[in-house]
């Protein structure tokens, strides 16, 4: 469907704001998206409420199937998975969500000076950047996380220093397209200032393409840092981390299956539904006429 | 004494290659060029595209750095000047583009793209609404319209507004790059009379860069006709279509569209040639390829500007 040109014109005056919120609102799967991160973002801050103690050991009561009280059954020492799950959350969440804000911190800023500044130091950033990119990045943060000893704030800072060169190369594109239109040059005749026309000209279109960049990364995060403690890098025992309770369970795979069954699951379930409130924002945001029906 | 001077000035852009590619091809947009415009005056400038008629208004604007030469503004000389001296040359010097549509923020309100130049330079909030609305009605448009977007407006309405921002800080001087190249004919008189007015009563002056000699005549005292990065002829406009020496001019001069179809035959002297490709400047005088009467010393030895009567320059040896 195309959408007229009139439509185009009303979504501008009423703000990028609403007009995405109702694109979005069309778009089933990201609305599906948009509710399981909800409904996990709920868990999280309820979870005090709803779950039991993640880390009471019985072991009396070990590798338990479901029951009444334990939903999910117990693990290997006892402890009930499913409110091991649900302050996993409490975990996985803002882990990934304070390591991509890092990433964006450094990574948005370097950019925008690349881009803005041009010239040598652009290809100083770049090759830089270029170095980065040319190392397999997992395989750099497992480098640093190793170097730097295991816990979640080594991984947040071994994945920040690698993932940070995608979002610099990212906006300094798009730096690069906007600072050569006319609009900037009369800005700079009118005076305004280089901090001027980059908050008032350039991050405005920087910012939508971050925003859905984000999101899609929100999920490779909670992936990564997933995968790193169940490695041994990440969260530490008796910390209820999703990543980390595949590990725990992975022995006992043929004997309680749920073990490993359920985190999965939850950790496929979160980054799914990043990934598809991702795309749903790239279709809602994309500044081209046509949208998908 | 003339309000803007530019000697020898010169911008090259190198083109292609990183640094592994070795020696680079260097594009020379303007290359070595002087004019000089009186307080009041508007000088016309034209040429074909590409040869450099933007980048020297960039040049003067100081929004590209020159590689060599001078510029001289009311008598300062302005080439080296950075911050705070930069500032209080934008009050005095002002632009207008060619796209107008590129040219406006297409996410600020028409009242936020004026408004930003009385921003810059700590305008009041009542002052500068105030002011906005001034603007709109000198340039014609109804002050109602503040809260608009750039799109939901024609060509010649978003020129009027590329205009009414240039105009916000009252500069002496305006450099009009194309400002009507993108607009329809029927459109272009009425944004023209509005520039000629403006001049009127705002004392302005114009740098008036085009690609048509008959928007130039209708608006300058002075043309200068630019090739290739330099001037090759400057003369009063009334004494145009009768003076006009250099080849170039006169061919240009051929090429405007006569509305007497049984005068076809006349227009018939088109220029020559591929428009030159300014990264590879012929030796000699740069236009001698596509001269029609080039002969030898056209070859070796370039020419310079001189003064053949008064007020009128030409670069040519055939004179």
Same mark, same amino acid.
């Given at each position: ?5 009139? &439509?185009?014109? &009303? ?7 609403? *007009? ?32 039991n103690d993640p880390v009471k050991v019985d072991l009396a009561k070990r590798l338990a199937p ?110 690069? +397209? ?14 305004? *200032? ?31 840092? +997933?995968?790193? +403690? ?64 | ?136 009605a000198t340039v014609g448009l109804e002050p109602e319209l503040v809260s608009r977007y750039p ?6 309405? /978003? ?10 800080l009252n500069p002496e001087f305006i450099v009009c790059d194309e400002p009507v190249s993108s ?78 179809? /049984? ?36 070859? /070796? ?19």
């Amino acid at each position: 469907m195309r959408v007229s040109k009139a &439509e185009r014109l &009303e979504a501008v005056r009423q703000g990028l704001l609403v *007009s995405v919120l109702r694109k979005l609102a069309g778009d089933r799967f990201a609305l599906l998206g948009l509710g399981i991160i909800l409904t996990v973002m709920a868990v999280a801050f309820l979870a005090p409420y709803v779950a039991n103690d993640p880390v009471k050991v019985d072991l009396a009561k070990r590798l338990a199937p479901s029951s009444a009280l334990f939903p999910l059954g117990t693990d290997h020492l006892g402890r009930c998975i499913l409110s091991r799950l649900i302050y996993g959350t409490q975990v996985s969440l803002p882990t990934a969500g304070l390591t991509l804000a890092v990433i964006m911190l450094i990574g948005i800023p370097i950019g925008i000076l690349s881009g803005y500044c041009g010239g040598r130091v652009d290809n100083i950033i770049m090759r830089v950047v270029d170095v980065l990119l040319a190392f397999p990045s997992l395989v750099l943060a497992l480098v640093i996380a190793g170097m730097l000893g295991p816990g979640l704030i080594n991984v947040l800072i071994a994945l920040a220093s690698v993932w940070w060169v995608e979002y610099a190369r990212f906006v300094r594109a798009i730096v690069l +397209s906007v600072k050569a239109k006319e609009f900037v040059l009369a800005a700079r005749a009118s005076g305004t *200032s280089d901090v001027g026309i980059i908050t008032r000209h350039i991050l405005p279109d920087v910012l939508s393409p971050v925003i859905v960049l984000a999101t899609l990364d929100m999920g490779k995060l909670i992936l990564v840092i +997933s995968g790193l +403690s169940f490695l041994g890098l990440g969260a530490q025992p008796p910390a209820p981390e999703w990543g980390a309770m595949l590990n725990d369970g992975r022995p006992y795979l043929q004997a309680a299956p749920q073990l490993m069954l359920y985190p999965g699951l939850a950790i496929m379930t979160v980054v799914l539904a990043f990934n598809l409130l991702g795309d749903g924002l790239r279709d809602a945001l994309d500044p081209r006429d046509t949208v998908r029906v | 004494m003339s309000l803007l001077r530019v000697i020898d000035l010169a911008k090259h852009y190198g083109t292609g290659g990183g640094f592994l590619a070795g020696g680079r091809e260097k594009v020379l947009a303007v290359d070595g060029l002087s004019l000089s415009l009186a307080r009041g005056e508007t000088l016309g400038l034209v040429g074909e595209s590409g040869c450099g008629k933007s980048t020297l208004g960039r040049l003067i604007l100081r929004l590209e750095e020159p590689t060599a030469g001078k510029i001289f503004f009311a008598g300062e000389e302005i080439t080296a000047w950075t911050g705070k001296r930069l500032r209080e040359l934008r009050q005095r010097v002002q632009i207008v583009f060619q796209d107008s549509y590129s040219s406006l923020n297409g996410r600020q309100t028409v009242g936020a793209i004026i408004e930003e130049p009385l921003l810059n330079f700590g305008a009041g909030k009542k002052e500068r609404q105030k002011r906005v609305r001034e603007l709109l009605a000198t340039v014609g448009l109804e002050p109602e319209l503040v809260s608009r977007y750039p799109h939901e407006f024609s060509g010649g309405q /978003r020129q009027r507004i590329n205009i009414a921002r240039a105009l916000a800080l009252n500069p002496e001087f305006i450099v009009c790059d194309e400002p009507v190249s993108s607009l329809d004919v029927s459109i272009r008189a009425q944004v023209l009379n509005l520039l000629r007015e403006l001049k009127k009563e705002f004392g302005l002056s114009y740098l008036f860069i085009s690609h048509d000699l008959a928007a130039v005549s209708y608006l300058a005292d002075r043309v200068a006709v630019m090739y290739l990065g330099k001037i090759v002829e400057v003369l009063a406009t009334r004494r145009l279509l009768d003076d006009a020496r250099h080849p170039y001019t006169r061919t240009l001069l051929a090429a405007v569209p006569v509305p007497d179809p /049984r005068q076809r035959e006349v227009c018939q002297e088109v220029i020559k040639g591929e428009p030159p490709d300014p990264a590879k400047h012929p030796k000699g005088c740069r236009f001698h390829p596509r001269c029609p009467g080039a002969i030898e010393v056209c070859r /070796r030895t370039e020419p310079v500007l001189e003064e053949v009567n008064e007020g009128h320059l030409v670069a040519c040896h055939l004179d």
